[in-house]
């Protein structure tokens, strides 16, 4: 369903359109006075002072008519803005948009059936959540499927060389929240976030189905090998 805020800025936009429709045939016709150089024309103008208030009310509409393009194209920006995200493709890069909101109420927004205890602001700190907390993000990014058994360090490498960085624990939430479905078809990792337990043991946040069933916020270790069935979201380096 097209949002309402969609629905109001197409509104306005026809709206504009409307009154841009009706200033056009005015500026059409002066063009033409001044255009003209046929003497036998009825638009033929020889009083000076009538010419100048013609060529006054040419400019006011020309500087009104760009005025409203200006306008009209700002709208549409706001309404493709407000789109919902494309249906999401493995292999394919997208947009993500999102309002960057604290961890527990982006958590709350994935609508999971089970969370690890141990992802918290604890664990898990963002030193960007005060700057950016609110605002509204846009990213563009990529779930990558290597089809095989990969490690962690070979993941980052290849997702270095494509021109991509890993998701963090954030990003992967605003993914979970849009595209709830994808967790049930495969594991989604963000290696952007690691939780360091001890020097050897690392765990980086994971969207899945558990074997129980339902949608799972849980915990990977980042130090083993990742299956063949596993899939890495990540964020391109030169962003929107």
């Known amino acids: 369903m097209i949002c309402s805020q969609l629905k109001q800025n197409l509104e306005t936009i026809k709206t504009l359109k409307s009154e841009l429709d009706l200033e056009l045939p005015r500026l059409e016709q002066i063009f033409k006075i001044f255009k003209n150089d046929n003497p036998s024309t009825s638009l033929r103008i020889s009083d ?32 493709e803005a407000e789109l919902p995200t494309k249906k999401i493709e493995v292999g394919k890069e997208f947009n993500l948009k999102f309002k960057y909101r604290s961890l527990e109420e982006m958590i709350e927004a994935g609508n999971f059936n089970y969370k690890d205890n141990n992802i918290n602001t604890t664990n898990f700190p963002d030193p960007q959540e005060k700057e950016l907390l609110n605002q509204v993000i846009k ?97 391109r380096k030169e962003n929107i």
């Open 48 to 79: 000076n002072k009538l010419k100048a208030e013609f060529k006054k009310d040419r400019i006011e509409l020309t500087n009104k008519i760009k005025s409203l393009k200006s306008v009209i194209d700002s709208e549409i920006k706001k309404a």
């Open 139 to 235: 990213l563009k990014v990529k779930i990558f499927d290597f089809k095989k058994d990969i490690s962690s360090e070979d993941v980052l490498k290849e997702l270095d060389k494509e021109g991509y960085r890993p998701a963090t624990l954030t990003e992967l939430l605003a993914l979970a929240e849009i595209g709830p479905e994808l967790q049930e078809q495969f594991p989604v990792i963000a290696l952007g976030s690691v939780w360091r337990r001890s020097d050897v043991d690392r765990s980086v946040p994971c969207l899945r189905v558990r074997d129980s069933g339902g949608r799972s916020l849980d915990l990977y270790w980042f130090d083993d090998d990742w299956r063949v069935y596993c899939r890495f979201l990540a964020i």
